[in-house]
């Protein structure tokens, strides 16, 4: 890795670690950039969750109370959600390079359109499916989603703050805490999958790592002077663009 490429990482990881505390999103900025350093699609989303793993985690300390009030309702969530991820980072490494790098364009237009209108499917979700005998359902739809997020993971964290909302975890403090903790806790998992597969390119994902949690820190103190809006706003239009540009290429590598 030469400097100007560690120089590089090192400004993408402050910038999205400032970015999650902000706004969240990050990864559809830090994916493309370890892609951009040189690292093959499949080994770049690998690395992405090792690389924003401290964003990520840097919630659970805040939401110690909140978590310890649960109760052992966490179990079922974390081992339902933990063989989804587990699942997902296996089919990531079964359906190799080739397939990844076509469903490229279509998970970050994916993560884009979570991000978009993740608030807005949450409260449909919760209004729809609260109070209704669902709880099967709602384990499902959460192995389900964790499959996902073991496979690329981007916008996942609106759809688990629904699930958590609609089993009954209606106060928004209870619900985020479980939601950092079960995002946290399948990235954990996935990222022991892809280092045992040798998928992790592990100097990159510590420059990251380290610029991350930088970016983070800095990020939360400035995020009351920072109109949240624009900043999203921000995120998905360079998500389409991101994703259009994916398209193109994909489709000019068919001719």
């Given at each position: ?124 979700m919760v209004a729809g499916l609260n109070g209704s005998s669902t709880g099967v359902l709602l384990y499902v739809a959460l192995f389900v989603f964790s499959i996902y997020g073991g496979y690329f993971g981007a916008g996942l964290g609106?759809?688990?703050?629904a699930i958590v909302q609609i089993m009954g975890f209606s106060s928004f403090h209870v619900a985020n805490s479980l939601k950092n903790l079960l995002a946290t806790s399948f990235t954990i998992l996935s990222i022991g999958v892809f ?61």
């Amino acid at each position: 890795m030469t400097i100007q490429t560690m120089m590089f990482l090192v400004g993408i990881g402050v910038f999205g670690g400032a970015w999650n505390a902000l706004a969240g999103g990050a990864t559809l900025f830090t994916f493309p950039a370890l892609m951009a350093a040189g690292l093959p699609p499949v080994v770049a989303n690998a690395t992405n969750y090792l690389a924003m793993l401290p964003s990520n985690a840097a919630a659970l300390p805040a939401y110690r109370r909140e978590l310890a009030g649960v109760g052992p309702v966490i179990v079922p969530l974390m081992v339902v959600s933990g063989l989804g991820a587990i699942a997902g980072s296996l089919l990531l490494l079964v359906s190799g390079e080739a397939v990844f790098e076509a469903l490229i364009p279509a998970l970050v237009l994916l993560a884009t359109g979570l991000f978009a209108f993740g608030g807005r499917l949450r409260k449909l979700m919760v209004a729809g499916l609260n109070g209704s005998s669902t709880g099967v359902l709602l384990y499902v739809a959460l192995f389900v989603f964790s499959i996902y997020g073991g496979y690329f993971g981007a916008g996942l964290g609106i759809i688990l703050l629904a699930i958590v909302q609609i089993m009954g975890f209606s106060s928004f403090h209870v619900a985020n805490s479980l939601k950092n903790l079960l995002a946290t806790s399948f990235t954990i998992l996935s990222i022991g999958v892809f280092g045992v597969s040798g998928l992790i390119a592990w100097p990159e994902a510590g420059v990251v790592m380290c610029g991350s949690t930088l970016g983070g820190y800095f990020g939360a103190r400035c995020a009351r002077l920072v109109n949240e809006r624009y900043l999203r706003m921000a995120v998905i239009a360079f998500g389409v663009i991101l994703s259009a540009v994916y398209f193109a290429r994909g489709a000019g590598a068919g001719l």
